[in-house]
């Protein structure tokens, strides 16, 4: 079983949607979350990074954390044609408390979105 | 601020050639991680570098090594390449604290013919 499982997709939605993005993990040590969007032959993209349970919003992305059930969900509102990318969860190693610059990453969803 | 910025960004390498790829992180930035992106196997971890120390390293052959120098600049190497190997391979910096947020530069593409 891999520590991060991300749904692929494809997930094709059309403009102005509400796209809801998951991964879950099973180990319990992960601390901070962290959701990342690569468009194609570009590096990925820091979108959002959240620690705590709970909801974190920036404009139109909230990121959803729920430690308990080892499930974290991005939302995205009314999305947009340039919102299509892979959208990449991961989670950094952890290390007695102290996070380090390792990643660990979901298979990354490919979104598209049409006019 | 400038980002993370890897040189070169695309390359084409023959079966059994070495090569050499270089990543400035963002100033202020201490730990260097690289990361190869293949369609089959997703983001993998190679190493992270922290203060001129390789502090993680994940489950690669030796041919793949690293280095950090001590401006926070590092490089990877591959030798005896192989066509497997034709990736994207990604540098990651932050400020190596715990906790802090990991950004990522546009990555190199390799090819080995």
């Known amino acids: 079983q891999k520590e991060v499982e991300q749904d692929p997709g494809p997930l094709s939605v059309p403009e102005g949607a509400i796209v809801s993005l998951n991964c879950t993990y099973s180990?319990?040590?992960?601390?901070?979350f962290m959701w990342y969007r690569q468009y194609s032959r570009k590096g990925p993209e820091l979108l959002m990074y959240t620690y705590s349970s709970g909801n974190k919003e920036d404009g139109r992305f909230t990121a959803q954390v729920d430690k308990s059930s080892k499930y974290i969900s991005l939302f995205i509102r009314d999305s947009q044609p340039s919102d299509s990318a892979t959208y990449l969860c991961?989670?950094?190693?952890?290390?007695?408390?102290?996070?380090?610059?390792?990643?660990?990453f979901g298979q990354g969803t490919i979104l598209t979105v049409h006019p | 601020k400038a980002g993370v910025t890897q040189t070169p960004r695309y390359l084409i390498k023959t079966r059994g050639q070495q090569v050499t790829l270089s990543c400035s992180p963002i100033?202020?930035?201490?730990?260097v991680s690289w990361y190869q992106q293949t369609p089959g196997q997703g983001l993998q971890f190679l190493f992270e570098?922290?203060?001129?120390?390789?502090?993680n390293k994940g489950n690669f052959p030796g041919r793949f090594s690293g280095r950090q120098f001590s401006n926070s600049r590092s490089e990877m190497n591959v030798s005896t390449l192989e066509l497997g190997d034709s990736a994207l391979y990604l540098c990651?910096?932050?400020?190596?604290?715990?906790?802090?947020?990991?950004?990522f530069g546009e990555g190199s593409w390799l090819t080995v013919v």
């Open positions: 990651a910096s932050s400020s190596g604290a715990s906790g802090n947020t990991i950004y």
């Open positions: 570098y922290f203060s001129e120390t390789q502090r």
């Open positions: 180990n319990s040590a992960f601390q901070y």
């Open positions: 100033s202020g930035h201490r730990s």
């Open positions: 991961a989670m950094p190693l952890m290390d007695g408390g102290t996070s380090y610059g390792k990643l660990t």
